[in-house]
Nanobody
Framework: QVQLVESGGGLVQAGGSLRLSCAASGRTFSRYDMGWFRQAPGKERECVAAISWSGGYTYYADSVKGRFTISRDNAKNTMYLQMNSLKPEDTAVYYC??????????????????WGQGTQVTVSS
């Protein structure tokens, strides 16, 4: 098991930026594929970005392409989500997730078995 703790959420105006961090502890961070998910009130949880164990492969939801950047620093056991040009529709609780590395990136929540507690992101108009 790996323990995950998100940070960096908050309140920001539309057009602003935030950087989320996901700190991992426990097992070797570099053996995990990682993902960022979000869930808005009344909506299903969705994957906004994912990254392979090496950082060599990434995935972005269409709604965030060109605005969000996922990255990881395996030496620091940390994953990041840089969010630029934020929109009110980006408002949600953001979660980081991990699963043992595989040949393809996972983009659905049932493929991940380790989750953080979430951090709130609120974008005002």
């Amino acid at each position: 098991q790996v323990q995950l703790v998100e940070s960096g959420g908050g309140l920001v105006q539309a057009g602003g930026s935030l950087r989320l961090s996901c700190a991992a502890s426990g097992r070797t961070f570099s053996r995990y594929d990682m993902g960022w998910f979000r869930q808005a009130p009344g909506k299903e949880r969705e994957c906004v970005a994912a990254i392979s164990w090496s950082g060599g492969y990434t995935y972005y939801a269409d709604s965030v392409k060109g605005r969000f950047t996922i990255s990881r620093d395996n030496a620091k056991n940390t994953m990041y989500l840089q969010m630029n040009s934020l929109k009110p529709e980006d408002t949600a609780v953001y979660y980081c997730a991990a699963r043992d590395w595989a040949q393809s990136i996972a983009t659905t929540d049932n493929e991940y078995d380790n989750w953080g507690q979430g951090t709130q992101v609120t974008v005002s108009s």
